[in-house]
Nanobody
């Protein structure tokens, strides 16, 4: 499966962005989907995951209550709504796809190219 993330940009602290990740290739609906991020000089870290049918979601503590992951299997797309953004959310955000065993934090087999989110203070 090929993944393409988009929707990043520059936003002020307290603002919102919605990231999208479009999948093509194999059957999207069978995949666990995850979002990760990598800040400058830091290692990549897990952000959120959603099960293949959308019934289960999981978030790392630092985004709980602010970010929401969702998916539309008819559109082969996973989303992440990010609200109340903070400067420390600045990072390149990656989407990833994996099998049922990937839920929630991986490992994931397929990765998108990343989209940059910059939050100014």
């Amino acid at each position: 499966v090929q993944l393409q993330a988009f929707g990043g940009g520059l936003v002020q602290a307290g603002g919102s962005l919605r990231l999208s990740c479009a999948a093509s290739g194999r059957t999207f609906s069978g995949y666990t989907m995850g979002w990760f991020r990598q800040a400058p000089g830091a290692e990549r870290e897990f952000v959120a995951a959603i099960s293949w049918n959308g019934l289960r979601t999981y978030y790392t503590n630092f985004v709980k209550g602010r970010f929401t992951i969702s998916r539309d299997n008819a559109k082969n797309t996973v989303y992440m709504q990010m609200n109340s953004l903070k400067p420390e959310d600045t990072a390149v955000y990656y989407c990833a796809a994996g099998g049922p065993g990937s839920y929630p934090e991986g490992p994931y087999a397929y990765w998108g190219q990343g989209t940059l989110v910059t939050v100014s203070s």
